[in-house]
C-alpha cells in the first residue's frame, strides 16, 4: 500500500534525494496522516455516543490531536521548501526539525494527560462500556494505527525525516493506548477486574518515554550533527577517482536542514603540474558532486610537492606516529622551510575528538620522532578538530 501511493501521487518517486521530491513525500505522509486520523475520530466519537463508552470518544478525540499533528507536519514541509531570504540566505529547511520537535513535545504532553486521567481511574473506578461495536472499531482502530506507523516509518527512512519519525512513534504509541483499552475492557467483562487506571499509567510512562526519546532525535540536527558517514564516504570516493588528485582533507559539511547541505573539501595536487588543468578539475569536482548528491560543495586546490626527498621522508615519519597515536587522525599540508641555523617541518594534525592525548603529548611524539632523523628539525604543529569521520 505504501509503494502504491508513493508510485501514485509522488511525481519521480525513486530521486528521494531531490528536494521537490522530497516535500512531496511529505506532504504525502502528512495528507494521509489527516485524512486518517479524521476518518478514526469521526467513527470513534459516534460509537462512543452510541454505546456511551466516554473511553471510546477521550480516543477519538485523541485521534483528532494526531490530525493536528500531521497539520503541523504538512505546514512544516511546507515552510522549510521556502527559498532563501536575505534574513536566511541558507533557506528554511530547518523548520522541518522544528516541526518534529513540535509533534515530539506534544506526545509528551499527551503522556502527561493520561497519566492524570489514569490516576483519577486508579482513585475512582468505574465498570467500562462493552458492546462488540466498540471492540470491532478498536481493532479497527490498532490495524489503521499499526499501517500509519509502518507508513511514517518507511517513508521518514527513505527521506530521512525526523518528522515523521515522530510521527510514527505518535501512531505506534496510539496502538499501545488503543490496545491497552480494549484489553481492559474485555479483562473487566470476563474478571469485573477494573485494570484500566493502571494500564493507562503504564502506557502515558512508556509515551512519556519515547516522547522524550524523540525530543532529543529531533533536538540534535538542530545543535549540529555528525554528518552522515555515507555521504562523507561518497564525497571522499567521488572526489578521489578525479585524475590528478593526489589527496583530500579538511572536509566539512554543515547541514542546514534536508536538502540544504553545505560542504567544504581541500584538494590535493602536484605542484608542479600544471595549475590551469588543476583548478579545472577543481572546479569540475565542484560542479559534479554538487549535482548528483544534492550538496553545494567548495573545493579548494592545495599544490603539494611529490618529488621533494625530505618531504617524502618526512610523510612517512608522520605517518607512523599518526599510526602510532590514538585520537590522531591524519596528517595533512606538510611542508619543509628550510632556514640557516635549523628547517621547519610545518604540517596540520586532525584531532578526534574523544582523543585523550594533550596537545603537548602529541607534538612531543612527532618532534621526537622527527629530531631523531635531524637534530636541526624542529616541528611546528597546527592542530585541526576532525568534523567528520573519513573513511
Known sequence: MTDFLCRHFVKNFTQVKDPQVRENYGKLASVVGIVSNVLLCISKILVGIISGSIAIIADGINNLADASSSVITLVGFKLSAMPEDEEHPYGHARIEYISGMIVSVLIVVVGIQLIQ?????????????????????????????????????????????????????????????????????????????????????????????????????????????????????????????????????????????????????????????????SHDMVDNIERQLSKNLHIVLTAHMDPIKIDDPVVTQMTAITDQVTADLEGVSNVHDLRVVPGPTHTNIIFDVVVNPGCKLSSKEIHAAFSDAISAINENYFVVINFDKNYVNMP
Open 117 to 277: 486521567s489514569s490516576v483519577d481511574k486508579i482513585l475512582h473506578p468505574s465498570p467500562l462500556e462493552f458492546s462488540w461495536s466498540i471492540v470491532i472499531v478498536l481493532v479497527i482502530a490498532i490495524l489503521l494505527k499499526i499501517w500509519q506507523a509502518m507508513f511514517n516509518m518507511k517513508v521518514g527512512k527513505k527521506i530521512s525525516s525526523v518528522a515523521l519519525t515522530a510521527t510514527s512513534a505518535d501512531s505506534r504509541n496510539d496502538v499501545i493506548a488503543t490496545t491497552a483499552v480494549l484489553l481492559s475492557i474485555v479483562i473487566g467483562k470476563i474478571s469485573n477486574l477494573q485494570i484500566d487506571g493502571y494500564m493507562g499509567m503504564l502506557v502515558a510512562l512508556f509515551i512519556i518515554w519515547s516522547g522524550i526519546g524523540l525530543i532529543k532525535e529531533t533536538m540534535s540536527p538542530l545543535l549540529g550533527e555528525a554528518p552522515d558517514p555515507e555521504l562523507v564516504a561518497t564525497i571522499g570516493e567521488m572526489a578521489s577517482q578525479f585524475e590528478g588528485v593526489l589527496g583530500i582533507h579538511d572536509l566539512v559539511v554543515h547541514n542546514y536542514g534536508p536538502g540544504k547541505i553545505f560542504a567544504s573539501i581541500h584538494i590535493e595536487v602536484d605542484a608542479n603540474g600544471d595549475l590551469l588543468e
